[in-house]
């Protein structure tokens, strides 16, 4: 894909999603590829939309023994990376409060976003709306949204990569799953991969989207050269899942215009995952390797109801 590259406003989980997890008990046993966790679902609830989309969209029928009274719900997802998030937002909100959301004044994501309400939209509308120019965002220097004063956020990157290897048809299959083993490792931990932001298409570019969105990230206080949290690739497959869930850093009321101007741009990401999507192609072992990579953006603010 080149110049027409779809680009994406992520719904939240979809109602019959939503109303699967919803329904769940009061303390929910997720058992994720062999590795269990028992959560409040109030405060399965408060994870990001995208974790939750993936939890529900993976979701078997819970089951109940003798030995196991509570209902455990197996889910194909990485542990991993549930781990890491539940580790980040248990250092901080762990005996948080849930509080009603109206109490506060925050920005709608529906609100002037032409992303927001469109299934599928062009890589200009991306350029205009989403990044660059936030015409939603008013002339006038904002301040620090109010709900980021009182409640913990947070930024979630995460990153899917399928890759294709185009080996050579005659060779055999024993040595064309090791020759895609070996890529996949190279891939997963090899050279700078481990580096968020490493293999971002036109991050160097001026006034391209995504050196808009790192200058955005930057300025929220994801570092240029931050490290993915979790990089791992999925058993037995071609697929490779990288995750970055971090504390946004809020700034003081003194912080310059582009700061804050960044922080209200990102109020617009909460519930809302962002994707980005594109090809890529490069040479490893001498073989010709194409990869698509998808990026998704979501905010996550801690301790909200409603």
């Known amino acids: 894909m080149g110049d027409g590259d779809i680009i994406t406003q992520a719904d939240s989980a979809g109602d019959a999603e939503l109303a699967a997890v919803v329904a769940l008990p009061q303390v929910i046993v997720l058992n994720l590829n062999g590795t269990c966790f028992k959560i409040p679902r109030e405060r399965l609830l408060s994870l990001p939309q995208n974790i939750l989309f993936d939890l529900s969209t993976g979701m078997a029928q819970p089951t109940e023994s003798e030995d196991e009274p509570d209902s455990v719900i197996c889910v194909d997802f990485s542990p991993t990376c549930f ?46 709306d989403s990044i660059e120019n936030a015409p939603w965002i008013e002339d006038r220097l904002l301040g620090i949204p109010e709900v980021l004063l009182h ?26 799953v ?10 997963t931990c090899g050279g700078n991969n481990m580096q968020v932001f490493n293999n971002l298409r036109n991050r160097d570019v001026m006034d391209s989207p995504e050196f808009h969105l790192m200058q955005m990230l930057v300025l929220a206080g994801v570092s240029t050269d931050e490290c993915w949290g979790v990089r791992e690739r999925k058993p037995n497959t071609s697929k490779i899942l990288s995750m970055k869930f971090c504390a946004l850093k809020i700034p003081t009321e003194e912080a310059s215009e582009d700061t804050l101007v960044s922080l209200n741009k990102l109020v617009l990401f909460w519930r809302k995952p962002a994707k980005k999507c594109w090809w890529c192609q490069f040479e490893q072992e001498d073989v010709k390797i194409h990869a698509r990579r998808v990026w998704t953006l979501e905010l996550c603010i801690s301790g909200l109801a409603g």
Request: proline share 6%; net charge negative; hydrophobic share 35%.
């Open 83 to 128: 781990k890491h998030v539940l580790d980040v937002l248990d250092d901080s909100d762990k005996d948080l409060e849930f509080i009603p959301l109206a109490d506060f004044k925050v920005v709608s994501p529906d609100q002037g976003h032409a992303g927001a309400q469109d299934p599928e939209i062009s890589e200009d509308e991306w350029d205009n």
């Open 151 to 176: 409640r913990p956020a947070y930024i979630l990157l995460r990153e899917d990569l399928d890759y294709y290897v185009l080996s050579d048809p005659k060779q055999d299959w024993d040595t064309t």
């Open 178 to 187: 090791h020759l895609k083993n070996r890529i996949g490792e190279n891939l």
